[in-house]
């Protein structure tokens, strides 16, 4: 690469001259971002930074915008590695700049492999193409990302409650044009007691190697779909705060995103797919928080682009998620077969909600992935005590998710009266209703259905079918009361039950 010009404290020139005949000499389309200039030529984009000093951002010096050219191809080669290529100088006097060549770099650039428009997420979501399966892949991929990141230092100050107080304030206040008297001082008075309330706990998950170095601009037009794979670009670069964070803030961005624009059955189906794959119940309690926040970014971005339609909507929903709903709980119940995942998928889509699935979290319990074959791995974790960690480990991640506002899905069999007893003691503790989904279906059925299943976290066959129906112990009239029946043909292609509507006694 070519050594940089002698002073680099000073522009070579005006840095969107500079731009323009680059876009000329390469025939590119030049699109102007508030700190960034990009050049669609051909196959490859181009990206060059502005030569700009702001609160958040310092492209001040050439040395200083290589240094985030080079951040930008290192951070984002982590979630999109065919996407970014190198970084190139720009040389050759400013009226007529050329990639590379011989003399003193005059500017830097990413360069990236140009991906076809229709893409992102945000243009697949406008355009209904934003499918259930690229939602999984998505959860896949940040769920891998996530756990793969590199952890903060205990003592590296990042995400204290007084940065993120500071962060919620400045986020309102660019937002606070759009909103009322009344809707910006509830909106402060909320986040000024959550900041208080959170603080031990975002202090907990910093000591406990939650606060990774991760994307922090997971909005739906920075990921997209390439060749059918998944990606995520444009992460930050150039604020190690803004990026060193809890990976809930992480998630929370699309997750708030999706919400935003409509698709809450698509917000969670992500939400919860992500926490199947990296097990992160424990930061539950700071979602809520971290979903206002972004919200509030967003809307602040859209004002400042003179979008005051779409900012209004982030605003909305800033608002929606912190005016939220008391939690409820909902039992699955029924055998092996019946359709209780299916179902408590649609319910999660269409109301809203955290579902435990005690398939997943008994695996988890033994050091395995949601897929893994215990008996391969020479485990018995369906016996007795196994299955009774599996129903505390439930309760314990219900009773911090109801405690923190979200409704909740227990998805297991609970074919035993104690176990629906602890689940309804639960619902009382939190003071939430509650409610049981019974699935069944004609046993010739289940036995077909258990044949056939491939690739599911549950390893039930028709021994364990055999078994569950000898020992099952069948409602109480009391719990009926408590009951709604979904049988499975039903289940498969009906709406979803509603959420709970009795009382917490």
């Known amino acids: 690469m070519s050594a940089d010009r002698a002073d680099p404290c000073e522009p070579p020139a005006d840095g969107g001259a500079l731009a323009r005949a680059l876009a000329a000499r390469l025939g590119a389309t030049l699109i102007e971002t508030h700190i960034s ?30 240094h985030c050219c080079e951040q930008e191809l290192r951070l984002n080669r982590r979630l999109a590695p065919s996407l970014y290529l190198d970084v190139v100088a720009i040389t050759g006097p400013c009226e007529a700049p050329v990639i590379g060549g011989e003399g003193p770099a005059i500017e830097y ?29 998505c959860a896949a991929l940040l769920a891998r990302f996530h756990r793969q990141a ?9 995400v204290s409650a007084a940065h993120r107080a500071a962060l919620a304030s400045a986020a309102l206040e660019g937002a606070a044009p759009l909103a009322s008297a009344e809707e910006a001082g509830w909106l402060a008075r909320w986040l000024r007691g959550q900041a208080q309330r959170l603080a031990p706990h975002w202090a907990e998950r910093l000591a406990g190697g939650h606060v990774r170095e991760c994307h922090g601009d ?22 190690p705060a803004l990026r060193w964070i809890d990976v809930i803030d992480d998630i929370a961005f699309p997750v708030m995103d999706l919400h935003a624009q409509g698709r809450g059955d698509l917000a969670f189906r992500l939400l919860n797919a992500w926490l199947d794959a990296s097990g992160e119940h424990a930061g539950l ?17 859209e004002r400042l682009r003179g979008c005051n339609g779409p900012a209004r909507r982030y605003l909305d929903a800033a608002l929606r998620w912190a005016r939220h709903a008391p939690p409820w709980l909902a039992l ?14 649609q319910v999660l889509q269409a109301q809203g909600a955290i579902r435990l699935r005690s398939d997943v979290e008994r695996k988890r319990l033994f050091g395995l992935q949601a897929t ?13 005590e196994a299955t009774r960690r599996t129903y505390d480990r439930l309760f314990a991640l219900a009773g911090a998710a109801l405690g923190a506002g979200w409704p909740v899905i227990l998805d297991a069999a609970f074919l035993r009266r104690h176990e629906r007893e602890a689940a309804a003691a639960l619902a009382r503790q939190a003071h939430a209703p509650w409610r049981i989904v019974h699935c069944e279906a004609a046993p010739e059925v289940l036995r077909a259905r258990l044949r056939a299943r491939r690739g599911d976290a549950s390893e039930a066959d028709e021994g364990t079918l055999r078994v569950l129906q000898a020992a099952q112990e069948p409602l109480t009239p009391q719990e009926w009361l408590r009951t709604e029946v979904v049988p499975l043909a ?11 509507v009795a009382s917490a006694t």
């Not at 039903?490 to 709970?500: C, F, H, I, N, V």
Request: a positive charge; charged letters at 20%.
């Open 37 to 66: 200039w990009v050049l669609l030529a051909g196959e490859h984009a181009f990206k060059l930074k502005k030569p700009l000093r702001l609160p958040f951002v310092d492209y001040g010096t050439l040395a200083a915008r290589r």
């Open 109 to 137: 650039a990413v360069r990236m492999r140009r991906f076809p428009e229709g893409a992102l997420f945000s243009e697949r979501l406008a355009a209904q193409r934003l499918g259930e399966a690229e939602i999984d892949a």
């Open 150 to 158: 590199p952890v903060a230092r205990a003592d590296s100050g990042f």
């Open 218 to 239: 997971l909005h739906l037009a920075n990921l997209i779909v390439v060749a059918g794979e998944v990606s995520a670009f444009d992460g930050i670069e150039f604020d």
């Open 285 to 301: 309690p700071g979602l809520r928080h971290a979903l206002v926040y972004r919200a509030l970014v967003r809307a602040q971005v």
């Open 332 to 345: 699955m119940h029924g055998l092996p077969g019946s359709g209780k995942s299916f179902v408590s998928q």
């Open 372 to 384: 893994e074959d215990s008996r391969a791995s020479g485990l018995d974790i369906y016996g007795g």
């Open 490 to 500: 039903m289940g498969l292609g009906a709406a979803a039950p509603g959420a709970p």
